[in-house]
């Protein structure tokens, strides 16, 4: 277990765990998407934390599926937990996964902190136009992760307090028979008709909707951070690249003197200069290869989870459509149905939103590339150009294994896909 653990966490560092605090403030470390595992104290207390998490989630996952099953008569509360049972699966999901793949998730946040330009840094005019990028991409990221925590935090709640409250003020209700005092409908094993089985069961329904809100939010929180952290690099890429010929000068004055006048133009015949302009070019074509890697190693890290994710809204959105439409008398069910409906498309525009701007940035780069003065150049810079010429020919496109792309074709799919399913289910109702 021990070695297991070192293993887990060999890449973690206080550059890590810095970043991570900058970025997610405790978000990571409550959800238990990475826990704290530098020391045997927290180590202890972090697979506790783990153990009662997926123990939640799975003892909630079985009780939904029951919950389902006794409820196969009356469509709009099955359909109903089957919204909570999708929501069961994906948490328990993600924190497995995330766990699991902890050494990556290092790597692509200590990627984060030192940034991807390499060992050489870029001159002092880039760090200056760096800095709006990082001010912008911090801004956007607080205004998100506080929208994303209050529409998580409100959602449970409406659940967990209105729903069977406003079903109740409806003429034409009928109450259902299964566990008829709690606010949820939902099946246990115990009864609820005393103070400790009701309490006992509305304390682990409290627990339920607080771990998927937690962990939903700090999860679009973390491919928000990352995309943006990609898409921003690329953009910096190409500053880098507009700015190649005043780079070169600054260069060439830094070490041949300031007093000495020379035009880019002449680069050709003065060799000094053009080795000044390879060795700018050298430090784009090391950035460029390390946001490549980083890429490669963001979409193994999400590809899948992304994947499952967009999968599971169109269904939860087609069954929330149904409960909608047959929830005859059940005002706070069809009420929840549309939050559900309403949240699933806008975590899936958000979340390919996120990965389009990678791609984006990405194409811009190529535009950049080709605009470049190469006629101008001798034959050894405008080979290196051509390079990255050919590596930007491909799009930094996430997706999971070429079998489906994450960008805003996918997003109609994704709506055409839960409106068959809808059809299929209403059919089925």
């Known amino acids: 277990m021990q070695k297991f653990l070192d293993n887990l ?12 605090y900058d970025e997610y403030k405790y978000l990571l470390r409550v959800s238990c998407i990475y826990p704290k595992l530098n020391t045997s104290k927290w180590r202890k207390l972090s697979i506790i934390q783990f153990i009662l998490y997926l123990s939640c989630l799975l003892y909630h996952l079985i009780i939904f599926i029951i919950t389902a099953t006794k409820l196969k008569h009356d469509k709009t509360e099955m359909f109903q937990s089957l919204h909570y049972l999708a929501l069961a699966f994906m948490m328990t999901y993600i924190i497995i996964i995330c766990n699991k793949n902890r050494k990556k998730n290092a790597q692509i946040h200590r990627g984060i902190a030192t940034g991807l330009s390499g060992n050489q840094n870029y001159d002092e005019e880039i760090k200056i136009l760096k800095k709006p990028l990082v001010y912008k991409l911090r801004k956007k990221k607080k205004m998100f992760i506080q929208l994303l925590l209050t529409y998580f935090l409100t959602l449970p709640l409406i659940m967990l307090l209105l729903e069977k409250y406003l079903n109740a003020y409806s003429d034409d209700y009928k109450e259902v028979l299964l566990s008829p005092n709690l606010p949820l409908t939902l099946w246990v094993p115990y009864d609820t008709n005393n103070l400790i089985g009701c309490s006992t ?16 939010c700090t999860f679009d929180g973390t491919i928000f951070v990352i995309c943006e952290y990609l898409a921003m690099e690329v953009k910096l890429l190409i500053l880098s690249l507009n700015r190649l010929p005043e780079r070169t000068l600054n260069l060439y004055r830094l070490r041949h003197g300031d007093n000495i006048n020379v035009s880019i133009e002449t680069i050709k015949e003065n060799t000094n200069l053009s080795n000044c302009y390879r060795d700018c070019l050298k430090q784009n074509i090391i950035h460029h290869q390390n946001i490549i890697k980083k890429f490669y190693l963001c979409r193994k890290q999400i590809g899948l989870v992304l994947c499952l994710t967009l999968a599971m809204c169109a269904v939860i959105i087609a069954m929330s459509g149904v409960s909608l439409i047959r929830g005859e008398g059940k005002i706070g069910t069809r009420l929840v149905s549309a939050l559900f409906c309403f949240v699933e498309i806008l975590v899936c525009f958000f979340l390919v939103n996120c990965c389009s701007q990678i791609t984006n940035a990405s194409e ?9 003065k190469w006629m101008s150049l001798n034959i050894n810079e405008v080979q290196m150009i051509r390079i990255m010429m050919l590596r930007s020919q491909i799009p930094l496109l996430m997706s999971y294994r070429n079998i489906t792309n994450f960008d805003y074709v996918t997003f109609t799919s994704i709506m055409n896909t839960a409106y068959s399913y809808f059809n299929l289910l209403l059919a089925f109702s």
């Open 364 to 372: 811009d780069l190529i535009h950049t590339l080709y605009s470049t």
């Open 9 to 20: 966490c060999s890449e973690d560092g206080e550059i890590v765990d810095k970043v991570m």
């Open 201 to 216: 069961a509305i304390f682990l329904m409290a627990s339920f909707c607080a771990l998927v809100a937690v962990i939903a």
